[in-house]
């Protein structure tokens, strides 16, 4: 019922910046909490950020914490990381994901989103 499709990966030096899109499509996300998630090489998948509806409420791993920064704009059922400062161990597929409908509290457990997009990578060099 909802199509996510993530862009804006790429490959960035040490200390540089990029900002990801999660387009949504199918029907409207803006009642839904929404997350980002990543899976570094060899490692499982692993919570990174997620946002509440009004796009007020956020809940952040700590690792990148006061680096990154979700939002969202409903009118284009569009969410975004903006990602600074970025380091070696950021490398990652990224993934953006909805979490269970009527969920009423932010969650950073991967089987509480059912709707998944396909991933970015996100490289960064040393």
């Known amino acids: 019922q909802v199509q996510l499709v993530e862009s804006g990966g790429g490959l960035v030096q040490t200390g540089g910046s990029l900002r990801l899109s999660c387009a949504a499509s199918g029907r409207t996300v803006s009642g839904y909490n929404v997350g980002w998630f990543r899976q570094p090489p060899g490692r499982e998948r692993e919570f990174v950020a997620a946002l509440s509806p009004n796009g007020i409420v956020t809940e952040y791993a700590e690792d990148v914490k006061g680096r990154f920064s979700i939002s969202r704009v409903n009118a284009k059922n569009t969410v975004y990381l903006q990602m600074n400062g970025l380091k070696p161990d950021d490398t990652a597929v990224y993934y953006c994901?909805?979490?269970?409908?009527?969920?009423?509290?932010?969650?950073?457990?991967?089987?509480?989103?059912?709707?998944w997009g396909q991933g970015t990578q996100v490289t960064v060099s040393s």
């Open positions: 994901a909805t979490q269970i409908v009527g969920a009423t509290r932010l969650s950073r457990k991967l089987n509480e989103y059912v709707y």
